[in-house]
């Protein structure tokens, strides 16, 4: 599907760690002691009512938050040793994110809003735009569809630009965090039979965060959080 490597693949260590917001008595504590290893090239779903924990911690991995106590190793890193210039260059050439929300500019075409990403690792527009159109390819997206802006293609489409724009930079992680909430349930389908093939074939770690359980069967494995511990780690039987 593309040129990915394993080489590029990346695993996360999450150890003891706690996420509390707030102080005192009206804190709230999000996440309990949580410890989990997410080997290189694994297909997690993290499940859980809502509530439960689940956005914290894809936060606290995509280094967008801190914990509490205990640390986050992405791709070997342990990310409270990195200052935020370091982490945002983490964010930016290893881990994709894709969201319920497609968060497209409306005012971009589809290979525009999967261009934008390359211009940030240096890339020219016109390189940026060619390997947007590869990507857009890889999600099953060609032909005039790649020249229309976000409001004239179906959610299922948006979806794929999305999913397009998180790879376009070739990232080892895949943080999902309910990409099919906004879709009917054959186009959420498709989606994460393509989240599968990016998983199977080009061996990129995903973390998906879903309240289906139709969509966290298509992971290897499901972790289960309420109350912002750990209640369930379990393979799918197969
Ligand atoms: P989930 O994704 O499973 O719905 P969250 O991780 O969003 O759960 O939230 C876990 C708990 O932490 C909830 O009680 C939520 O209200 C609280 N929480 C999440 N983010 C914040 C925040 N920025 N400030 C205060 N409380 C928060």
């Given at each position: 599907m593309s040129d990915q490597t394993a080489d590029s693949r990346v695993g996360v260590v999450v150890e003891g760690v706690s996420k509390r917001y707030g102080?005192?008595?009206?804190?709230?504590?999000?996440?309990?002691?949580v410890s989990l290893i997410i080997g290189a090239g694994e297909f997690v779903s993290i499940m859980g009512p809502s509530g439960s924990g689940k956005s914290t911690l894809l936060n606290l991995v995509a280094g967008l938050d801190v914990p509490s106590a205990g640390r986050v190793v992405v791709d070997g890193r342990d990310?409270?040793?990195?200052g935020e210039e370091a982490r945002s260059a983490l964010r930016l050439r290893r881990i994709g994110f894709v969201f319920q929300?497609?968060?497209?500019?409306?005012?971009?075409s589809a290979e525009e809003n999967v261009a934008w990403p390359l211009e940030f690792l240096g890339a020219t527009w016109r390189e940026a735009c060619a390997r947007a159109a590869g990507a857009l390819r890889q999600v099953g997206l060609g032909g005039t569809a790649c020249r229309r802006r976000p409001a004239e293609l179906s959610g299922g489409e948006q979806q794929r630009v999305a999913i397009a724009r998180a790879l376009v930079t070739r990232p080892g992680l895949l943080l999902a965090d309910?990409?099919?909430?906004?879709?009917?349930s054959a186009t959420g389908e498709e989606i994460l039979a393509l989240l599968r093939a990016l998983n199977t074939v080009d061996g990129v770690t995903i973390i998906l965060v879903t309240h289906s359980t139709a969509a966290a069967a298509c992971a290897a494995r499901t972790v289960e959080l309420r109350d912002g511990r750990i209640v369930r780690d379990a393979l799918a039987a197969r």
């Open positions: 102080e005192g008595g009206h804190g709230v504590t999000a996440l309990a002691d990310l409270a040793t990195l929300s497609f968060n497209l500019f409306p005012t971009f309910e990409p099919t909430g906004n879709l009917d």
